[in-house]
Nanobody, 118 residues
Framework: QVQLVESGGGLVQPGGSLRLSCAAS????????MGWYRQAPGKQRELVAI???????NYADSVKGRFTISKDNAKNTLYLQMNSLRPEDTAVYYC????????????WGQGTQVTVSS
């Protein structure tokens, strides 16, 4: 089992920034894919961004140009830098990782709440 623990969520004003972190119990270079999902009240969980072990990244259209996914192999940590936040970004954000390439991946974090509001 791979343990994933998210942190960094909170309350931020529209236009502000947050950086989410996901600490992994497994060396991140061994995880073929890592990603972030989010789920807002009344909505299905949606993929926000994914990154490969080779640092190739893909993003949902709704966050392109605003969010950046990255990882630090030495710290076994995945990040999501979120800029220009909008109220519609409000959701619980979940770290997701695995050794394969089928989404969603096998392992989930507990989630961290992001609220964008004045």
């Amino acid at each position: 089992q791979v343990q994933l623990v998210e942190s960094g969520g909170g309350l931020v004003q529209p236009g502000g920034s947050l950086r989410l972190s996901c600490a992994a119990s497994e060396s991140v270079f061994r995880l073929n894919l890592m990603g972030w999902y989010r789920q807002a009240p009344g909505k299905q969980r949606e993929l926000v961004a994914i990154i490969t072990s080779g640092d190739d990244a893909n993003y949902a259209d709704s966050v392109k140009g605003r969010f950046t996914i990255s990882k630090d192999n030495a710290k076994n940590t995945l990040y999501l830098q979120m800029n220009s936040l909008r109220p519609e970004d409000t959701a619980v954000y979940y770290c997701n990782a695995g050794f394969g390439r089928v989404l969603p991946l096998d392992y989930w974090g507990q989630g961290t709440q992001v609220t964008v509001s004045s």
